[in-house]
C-alpha cells in the first residue's frame, strides 16, 4: 500500500487526487503539492468500492462531517441507517458512526453499505464496550485486542479514524494540578483511556506505540484524526493547560505521522468562546505545520441547549474563515438527547450553512453563487434564484405555503414590495446584467 501522501511525495498524481482538483476548480499541481506537504488529506480506503472522493485542507471547500450511532438507551439499527442516508441527502462529506452499544462490528458494516460517503469512527468506543462487557471493568482493555479491533475495523473500509493518541500522562497531570474543571471531561473515549490509564498507573498505549498506530492507518490509507479527548466542554475551559498539552502533542504526532508517510489531521477544540477560535486555528496551524484541522463545532456559548445546533453554526462559520478544514455537526438534540433523522437533517443544514459562510469570507474570490442569487433576487426571477439556493426545498416549500397574488412579489411585503419598485425605478441604469 503506497498512500495518497507516499504518491503525491513521489510526484504520482492519483485518480482521487485528480477528481478532487475538478471538484474544487483548482489546478491539478495544486492538490498534488498540498497533498505531499499532507495540508491535504484523502479519506480512500481502497477496500470500499464506492465511496465519494473527498479532499479536506488547504485552499479546498470547508467539509462538513455528520456523526451517528447507537447509545446504550436508544440502539436501533434501522434508525443508523436512515440517519446515514438523511446525512448523504442533506449533502455532509463524510460521516462517522459512532455506535457504542449493539452489535457494532454489524452496525458498522450495515452502515458502510448504505451509504458513499467516506466513513470514520472511534475504536476505543467498541474496545472499551467489548471489554466491559467481557470483563465488567473498563481498566481491564487489553492494548493487544485494541489493536487487533482497529485494524479489523480498518479492513472493513473505514476510510479515518478519530484516535486519541494525545492524551498521556503529563497532559493528566496538567488536570489535576490546574484543578480539574468547569465543564468536566466532554469526550466518551477520551475519558475511558484518562480511566484506564489512571486506574493502571501506564501510559496510553496509543501514545505510546504511535509508530504502530500510523503503520496500520497506512496499511489500509486511512486518515489519522488525532482525537480531542481533552476538548473543552465549556468556554471558561477554553484553552486551559490540560487542553493545550493536548493540542501540543497532537500536533506533534501529526508532524510524526507525516513524516512517516501517513495521512494524519488534528481534531479540537470543543467549547470556545467567539474571541478565542481564531487564536486556536492559528494555533493548531502553526504547531501542526497546517495539517488539516477537523473541528468539532466549536460551540461558543454553554446555554443553548435545544438550539446548539445554531450556536455550533456561528462557531463554525468563525473557524471556517479563520482555516478549519472540516467541520463535525451539532445537532438541535446536542448535550439532550441522541439524534433522530429530523435532528440529523438539522444539523447538516445548519452546518453546511455555517461553513459556507465562513468560506465566502475564507475565500473572497469564490462568490460567485452568491452573486447570481443576488441578480436572481433582484429580477425576481424565482426560478434561477431556486438553483443557487442551499436549501431550495425549503425555499419553495415556504413561498408557495404563503403564495402572494402578485406572482413577481412575495407575501412579506406584497404592494410594497421593494425590489419591484427598485427595478422599475433604476432598470435603464442597471450595468450588471445575469
Ligand atoms: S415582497 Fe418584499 S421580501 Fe418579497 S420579493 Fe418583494 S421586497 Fe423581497
Known amino acids: 500500500m503506497i ?22 476548480g483548482l489546478d491539478e499541481t495544486f492538490i498534488l503539492d498540498h ?32 456523526s451517528i450511532g447507537t447509545s446504550s438507551d436508544i440502539c436501533d439499527i434501522g434508525l443508523e441507517v436512515e440517519k446515514a442516508r438523511a446525512a448523504e441527502e442533506e449533502c455532509a462529506d463524510t460521516l462517522m458512526e459512532l455506535s457504542a452499544a449493539g452489535d457494532m462490528d454489524k452496525i458498522r458494516r450495515t452502515v ?23 470483563h465488567r ?15 479489523q475495523q480498518l479492513a472493513d473500509g473505514l476510510s479515518f479514524m478519530a484516535i486519541h493518541c494525545g492524551i498521556n500522562q503529563y497532559a493528566i497531570d496538567r488536570l489535576r494540578k490546574q484543578g480539574f474543571r468547569y465543564g468536566g471531561l466532554a469526550s466518551k473515549g477520551g475519558t475511558f483511556m484518562v480511566a484506564w490509564m489512571d486506574i493502571n498507573q501506564r501510559e496510553n498505549p496509543l501514545y505510546e506505540q504511535f509508530d504502530r498506530v500510523c503503520r496500520l492507518m497506512k ?22 493547560r ?8 497532537n500536533c506533534e504526532l501529526a508532524e510524526i505521522g507525516r513524516e512517516m508517510g501517513c495521512q494524519t489531521m488534528v481534531e479540537g477544540p470543543g467549547h470556545v468562546p467567539l474571541d478565542e477560535i481564531e487564536g486556536n486555528i492559528m494555533l493548531e496551524k502553526r504547531m501542526s505545520g497546517n495539517a488539516p484541522y477537523y473541528v468539532l463545532g466549536p460551540i461558543p456559548c454553554d446555554t443553548g441547549a435545544g438550539y446548539d445546533h445554531i450556536s455550533a453554526a456561528i462557531g463554525a462559520a468563525s473557524s471556517a474563515r ?39 469570507a475564507k475565500y473572497p474570490d469564490r462568490r460567485d453563487t452568491e452573486k447570481q442569487a443576488a441578480l436572481a433576487r433582484r429580477d425576481m426571477r424565482w426560478e434561477d434564484l431556486s438553483r443557487h439556493l442551499l436549501f431550495p426545498d425549503i425555499a419553495e416549500a415556504v413561498r408557495s405555503a404563503r403564495a402572494p397574488e402578485e406572482k413577481q412579489t412575495c407575501t412579506m411585503c406584497g404592494d410594497f ?10 432598470e435603464t441604469d442597471i450595468k450588471e446584467k445575469r
Open 3 to 24: 498512500t495518497q501522501l507516499e504518491s503525491a511525495r513521489q510526484g504520482i498524481l492519483t485518480s482521487e487526487m485528480k477528481a478532487i482538483a475538478g471538484q474544487e
Open 35 to 66: 497533498v505531499a506537504k499532507g495540508e491535504i488529506v484523502i479519506p480512500c480506503n481502497p477496500n470500499r468500492k464506492y465511496q465519494k472522493t473527498v479532499g479536506i485542507g488547504t485552499g479546498l471547500r470547508t467539509k462538513v462531517n455528520a
Open 112 to 134: 458502510l453499505d448504505s451509504t458513499n460517503l467516506p466513513v470514520g469512527n472511534v475504536p476505543l468506543y467498541q474496545a472499551f464496550k467489548e471489554t466491559i462487557q467481557k
Open 137 to 151: 471493568n473498563p481498566a481491564k482493555l487489553d492494548p493487544e485486542y485494541l489493536f487487533d479491533l482497529m485494524e
Open 219 to 240: 496499511k489500509y490509507d486511512a486518515v489519522l484524526s488525532l482525537g480531542n479527548g481533552i476538548r473543552a466542554g465549556a468556554i471558561h475551559d477554553s484553552h486551559d
Open 242 to 249: 490540560a487542553q493545550m498539552a493536548e493540542m501540543i502533542i
Open 322 to 360: 479563520f482555516g478549519a478544514d472540516l467541520v463535525c455537526y451539532i445537532t438541535p438534540a446536542e448535550h439532550l438527547a441522541l439524534p433522530d433523522v429530523h435532528d440529523v437533517r438539522e444539523g447538516v443544514r445548519a452546518t453546511r450553512l455555517a461553513v459556507r459562510i465562513g468560506d465566502l
Open 417 to 426: 414590495c421593494a425590489m419591484k419598485k427598485g427595478m422599475e425605478l433604476f
